[in-house]
């Protein structure tokens, strides 16, 4: 297997992307295909000592700035993002990893790997910590403004990722929106339940946004908009608690030496909440896989990236998303027309 990650493009520069590639080609069965500058990857390389042979640098000329404009970023042809991109598109590669912007990493994912047949807009699903397993949350940045029918995409490839790579066996899907009632919501989310009640997922309805960390369920779907409003609240919630915690324990000696009773429990929390142990969030519904990583990746992060990137070739994430999509979509035309809802759905 082989794993293009673009080492060019992320916040914090490549030093971080080839230590986690480092130690990537140590943990997992794939050779590392590095897209960037010759020269600085060489130099990394020999700095960590990596001298086998599963880490293939792949050189290019250009880099896409963190801040670019997604469509402009297009024309730099030769840029780390680009050639990844191209090298699955060829089949060179099995799968990309970036942790460069996530509107430049779509732009280029989406004109050279193309949406799935079936899919009519592609999401980013991220894994949210909860008081019991994992809630795979999608999107979350993709697509800011979706319909009904988007949304029911979402829902089939999130629950078929959580059935092959997460192991969850009969995945519970759900609607983030302001009331369990199917009454409540908007005019997306009640469109959307009204299709996702007569499909053969595993649909419980609404979910509240205080019920979100309780583990109600196994996938979540919104919009685009919604999604990554929430998942940059969490992170930042996670980071003042965490600070918060460490503050109080370095109040004076008493706090430092009950600190270290809780010290274990801590950790265990602080492995739960960091985004690095889950690595990258999937861009589901090209025809390719593509891991998208947070900009300011360390190296376990990126280790974690490639890690996924992994899993979900092994497991034919794409092809089972085909099958879903064909089984369900008989259904949710037929509940579509029978309700008026084609309008609003397509």
Do not use: W
């Amino acid at each position: 297997m082989r794993i293009a990650l673009d080492a060019m493009g992320s916040d914090v520069g490549p030093t971080p992307l080839v230590e986690g590639a480092v130690m990537a080609a140590k943990r997992f069965d794939c050779k590392i295909l590095l897209v960037g500058r010759r020269h600085s990857l060489g130099r990394l390389l020999r700095f960590y000592r990596y001298a086998g042979d599963k880490i293939e640098i792949v050189p290019c000329s250009q880099t896409v700035r963190m801040d670019a404009n997604p469509r402009a970023s297009l024309k730099l042809s030769d840029s780390s993002i680009a050639v990844a991109t191209r090298l699955v598109a060829e089949g060179r590669a099995d799968a990309m990893v970036s942790a460069g912007a996530t509107g430049a990493t779509k732009a280029h994912a989406l004109l050279g790997l193309r949406r799935l047949e079936g899919i009519r807009r592609e999401a980013i699903a991220t894994l949210m910590p909860t008081s019991k397993k994992p809630c795979l949350i999608l999107d979350v940045g993709a697509n800011v403004d979706c319909k009904p029918r988007h949304l029911v995409d979402f829902a089939i490839m999130g629950s078929v990722y959580a059935r092959t790579v997460l192991g969850r066996k009969n995945p519970r899907v759900g609607i983030l929106s302001v009331g369990e009632e199917p009454s409540k919501g908007n005019a997306l989310t009640l469109a959307t339940y009204a299709l996702l009640k007569q499909s053969h997922l595993n649909f419980i309805g609404n979910v509240e946004g205080r019920h979100l960390f309780k583990g109600k369920v196994d996938v979540l779907v919104c919009d685009g908009f919604v999604g990554n409003v929430v998942l940059k609240v969490c992170e930042s919630v996670a980071k003042m608690i965490l600070m918060g915690v460490k503050g109080a324990m370095k109040k004076n000696v008493l706090t430092m030496a009950g600190a270290l009773t809780l010290l274990p429990g801590m950790r265990k929390f602080h492995k739960k909440v960091d985004h690095s142990e889950y690595g990258g969030a999937p861009l589901l519904g090209l025809n390719g896989v593509c891991i998208i990583a947070h900009g300011s990746s360390n190296a376990k992060a990126v280790m974690n990236a490639v890690r996924v990137a992994v899993e979900s070739v092994d497991q034919d994430v794409n092809r089972h998303i085909r099958e879903e999509i064909e089984a369900i979509s008989a259904e949710i035309e037929q509940v579509a027309s029978s309700q008026e809802l084609v309008a609003v759905t397509e």
